[in-house]
């Protein structure tokens, strides 16, 4: 049997239960909240923050060490990093993913879902837990929520920045992005959404991970779980969050970085056009170190995460 709490800060505090003290303090300050469920071991099974607004942001929150702190893409969750969750936390790293609102197991919002809302969902996560010093590694979408976390919020509490196959500058066709992708590609995507979301979801992945190549090894596995993944979200979150990791423009924030940061993107990535993403957020990063993948996905951080994993670890301990 599990037992479920839904305390003040003060509450907690005086119990000192979930996270200790010094971070439930912090915490109270700032006007957050804290849940949890625990198991017949009384240790934590599901945690979640409670925005300024009412949302409970869902977040696993593994190990001891230095925090990494992982960024979804859409329309997945936290699971979206299971391969470099568990790899992270053997090589000694505290690990830490959300699921952004509106996905996963977060309240399914029908405001909020745009990217200023997602910096500041991230910044009270990262207060809620005191994280200091820590790695933000964003993957596609939760690249963009990165750099604008960075923009809005500073590095006060950032180490590093790691953004994967990420959306900025910014994705759709203007004229001051010549290079972009035309508008009617998003509103395809929103029509998907909106028309049949589950079909849609399914029919994505094979450009998503490079699986419509020709000799590419189908895992039917990895298909299922993005499947999965996309459809335990709310179906107004993710047809806003079209708009949010298409229309906004990161450039400012990409210049507001000023930790190491480390770009990576795959060359053939369908899905978000290295072109006109990580070629220029290199650019516009001060000291950014950019790799390209030749020939890898948008989502390549599950179809060779050996790969992805052995290049992060190489950046974060400061060897890349």
Request: net charge neutral.
């Amino acid at each position: 049997m599990s037992s479920s709490s839904n305390e003040s800060f003060g509450a907690l505090t005086r119990r000192q239960l979930v996270l200790g003290g010094a971070a439930l303090t912090i915490a109270a300050a700032s006007g957050f909240a804290i849940s949890s469920e625990r198991n017949e071991q009384g240790e934590r099974a599901m945690t979640f923050i409670t925005t300024k607004d009412g949302t409970q942001i869902y977040y696993k929150d593994w190990g001891k060490g230095q925090p990494i702190v992982f960024s979804h893409g859409w329309p997945l969750t936290g699971d979206d990093w299971d391969n470099q969750m568990l790899f992270f936390l053997s090589q000694g790293y505290r690990v830490i993913a959300h699921d952004r609102r509106g996905h996963g197991r977060s309240t399914q919002t029908w405001t909020g879902n745009e990217m200023d809302t997602y910096a500041d969902d991230l910044a009270a996560l990262t207060a809620a837990l005191d994280l200091k010093d820590a790695i933000h590694v964003g993957h596609s979408t939760g690249g963009g929520e990165v750099a604008r976390y960075l923009g809005r919020h500073g590095s006060k509490r950032v180490a590093k920045a790691v953004l994967i196959g990420a959306v900025p500058p910014i994705m759709v066709k203007t004229a001051a992005n010549p290079g972009g992708l035309p508008m009617d590609v998003f509103d395809g995507i929103r029509a998907g959404v909106a028309n049949n979301r589950a079909e849609f979801y399914r029919d994505i992945t094979l450009p998503f991970y490079g699986y419509n190549r020709p000799g590419a090894k189908i895992s039917e596995g990895i298909r299922q779980h993005w499947w999965l993944q996309g459809m335990m979200g709310g179906i107004k979150a993710h047809y806003d969050c079209v708009k949010a990791f298409s229309e906004t423009d990161f450039t400012e924030d990409l210049k507001k970085i000023d930790v190491p940061t480390l770009i990576m993107h795959g060359d053939d990535d369908q899905i978000v056009p290295i072109a006109d993403s990580a070629l220029l957020s290199a650019k516009l990063v001060k000291g950014a170190k950019l790799k390209v993948y030749p020939g890898l996905p948008h989502g390549m951080c599950s179809t060779h995460p050996d790969v992805i994993n052995a290049d992060l670890l190489a950046f974060i301990k400061g060897a890349t």
